[in-house]
Each structure stands twice: as structure tokens, then as C-alpha cells.
């Protein structure tokens, strides 16, 4: 026993020994930490910890040689000496690095983004990656990682990347804009979003990050809205270099609380205390103000440039016409929610249904007898507003498929009604225009102007050149005249 004991002490000693001796400068726990690559992706400590190709050597089987594998690990390859190359080249530098999180670069682009006049390049992926590859005198330093998604979102529906200068001092930044879109049985929304990261020497972060852009259709929910924004930055009198957003949109039934975007938390209605049962609730438009403070663009202020409003309906249901004619709208409610609804009318007219039933808003409902056409004949007009597409009342369609303001217009000789024009007007600005009635070319006699769409989503590549929106409001007018029997589209105005 007691040889036994000793046996195991020496051997314990031995042991300790042997790995006194030979416990290199490096020791195996330093050389994994700097083996995978995945330490350099971290935006803030990317580029300053080179992989070091030498450390993955002992990981190579010295002994029998093996069949060879389906995914063989790749050999690191050094950093790359090609001022120009191509994306398969990065690519292939990349994964053979360890870098992941995408399959393949597509695209490439090439400036000084550090500011020391020698140009950079900046690999862009086809996932959320983006490599920024700074050039170090006689090859690109391994990259710097930026470009995330949306926080909590695993893809983008689309991305756009570019360069522009946003802190004055006339080196690029790099920026990154994307868009998502969610969608449910009832409602759809699109959000874009920018992220914008700067270079100094060796290292990148991100300097702003925020949405940019939103669009949503909840008929039966929370309403419609789109909100757009653009910026600019500029020096202000101080020399302090300020970024400048403009919001501006039009909201109904939506306070921004908890969801994207969120604008003023105070002009929401409930921190109002205003009602919106029986109204039209149209949101605000600021100006949102970021200062540099040499590290990111902080938020300065809000200016805002117009307040939310509450909107009230003209409300009218019943009207009578020359001999006392009685028309008349019948109404079924939507009680699916208390701050929104479409609801459903059908006109009548001596007690008979003239019209098909189309979507309204009962408080925004209104019937009159008007001359329109010039003839001292009264017509029968009828105008609402209301929501897209209902999802309670599937034969509700907005022709437009918008938030629209509709006006019908009837001829009626004492026997029988006509409908001699049926519009929809897309609603776009806080003074609800969708469908107007003027004489717009002074003739005296009365045209009907109708706004043709509800904003389109634009690509960044145009056609006449890049631009920043990706939502665009058409301000295309339709001029509807009266011919004698019916009001038919004559021209457009606008574009
Ligand atoms: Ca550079
Ligand atoms: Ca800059
Ligand atoms: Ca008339
Ligand atoms: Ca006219």
C-alpha cells in the first residue's frame, strides 16, 4: 500500500513538473480565444484581432490520413492584398475565416471611409452582414462588421446600401437602409429602418440607427397610417453639426405607443384625453433633431411642426328632394372596435335601395341635394370616408384600395334615380381630401377633382436616379366633367 501511495505521489509530481516546464508564454487558453474569428465580429473590436492563421495548425490530424470529408474546414487564407477585389474573392476570404451569418457577398463597394485618403472597400452580403475592409498600406485589415437587421427580425425583405457623408467632414459614412413587413389576417404594415456607421483609422460603429419610414392598413383595427421622413445634416451657427429628420404623415386611429415609429408620446390622444369614438384623429408632424457629439448623433430636440387634430364628421342621414322625396341611408354598424370602425351604408331613395352598400364611416357621412351639373336640378350627392378594404363586410371594396374620402352622385327625374359618378379619393394630408367638388377651369360649370393614390413604395433604384424615399406620394388630381349625362374623367393634374 504504502508503494503504492508513493507510486501515485510521484507520479502526481512528475506530472506537475513536466507541465511547469513546459507551460509556454502562450498559454492553450490565450490560443483559443484568438483562434476563431468570430472575435472580430463585433462592430466595436473588429479589425484590431487578426485571425492568426498558424493557431488553426494544431487542429490538423498529423495521424492516419483521412477519407476526404464533404465540408472540409477551410484553410484561413491571409489578408487580402488586392486593392480592388472582387466579391468571391472577399467571400472566400471571409469564410475561410470564420466570419458567418451569410452565404454569399454580393456586391462590392469601394471608398475612403476612414478618412485617410486611401480607399476602402465594403463587402456587402446577402443576409444582414456587411464587411467594411480598411486599407492598411499593403493589404485590407480583416473587417469590421456592421449592418444588423431590425432587432429581433432574422431577414429583411430588401436592403439598400450606399455611401454618404453624414458628419461634414467629407468622408463617407456607410449607410445601411432596410425594410420589413409584418402581416395578419387583418392587417399589414411596413417598416424601413437606417443604420448609418462611421469609420475612424481602424474601427467602425454605428452613429445612428433608427426607422426612417411606415406604412400600415388595419382596417378593422387600429386604421391606416404612413409616416415618411427625410433628413439632411448641416452645420448650425455654432459650428455644431446637427442631423435633422423631417416626420411627417397622417394617422387615423393610430397612437404611436409602443410600436414603431414612435413619435411624441405626448400628443398621442389619450395623453390628449381626447375622444376618438367619433372622430377622425390625424397625428403629428416634427422635426427631430440630432447633434455629433464626435461619437454618435444624439438626440438634440423635437419641433413640432404640426399638431395632431381631432377631425369631426359632418353628419347627415337622411335628406328630402324636390317633391319631398325622402332619401335616406341605412346604416350597419361595425362594433368590432371601440376607436375604429367601417361601417356599412347603403342609400335609399323613397324607401328603395339606389345604391350598392359601400364602405363608410357614420359620423363621416353625409347626404345632400345639390345642382352640380348646371341644369337648377337638384342632384343627390352623398359623401363619407372610410377605411380600405373592409374584413367584417367583404363586399366593402375601396376601388383604390386606400383610406378614402367617396362621393356618389345621382340624377333623379322624379321617377327614377341615376347614378351619374362614383369617386374615390385617396386621403393623404391632415385635411382629409379625397374628392372635391370646383369649377377649376373657371368656366362656370363644376368639375369633380379626385386624388388618384395612396402612396406608392418606391425602389432605391429609379429610373430618373437614386432616391432616399421609399414611400412617394402621388399628387396626381383627376378631373372628372360633366358631359350632359354622366361625370367622366376629362384630365389629370400633378404627377
Ligand atoms: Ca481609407
Ligand atoms: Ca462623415
Ligand atoms: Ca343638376
Ligand atoms: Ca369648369
Redesign the pocket.
Known sequence: MKIRLLLVYLSILFITLLAACTTPTESPTAQITSAPATETLSPTSAATLPPEPSSTSTLVPTGTPLPPTETPTPTPLPDITNPNPSPEEVQAYLLSNGFSGFDEIVNMLFA???G?A???AVAISDQAPLFVF??QGDRFAPPAQTGEWREGVNNADGRYVYLKDYTADHITEIVNDSWYSEAGETYTVFNWRRQITKCEQDTCRVIWNDWIASYGDAPTSTGMFYYNSSDFAYGDEQGQIILERLYFGLSVYWSYIGVEPVLKEEYTPSALGWDTSTSEFIDVDLSRRYIWNGTEFEFLEDEVLEMPKLVDGDVQLEAFGPRQVRAHIRLELDQTSATYRNDRCQLYLDGQPISNPFGCKNDFTKIVWEDITGDREEELLVWTVSGDQSYLWEDLFAEKGCFHQRLMVYTWDGDTAAQVGNFVGCVRRTDLFGVTIRDYDDDGQLEILVAALWPEFLSPDQPDGFSQDYLRFSQLVEIYEWDGTQFILGSTTGN
Open positions: 475612403d471611409v476612414n485617410d486611401v480607399t476602402d480598411l486599407w
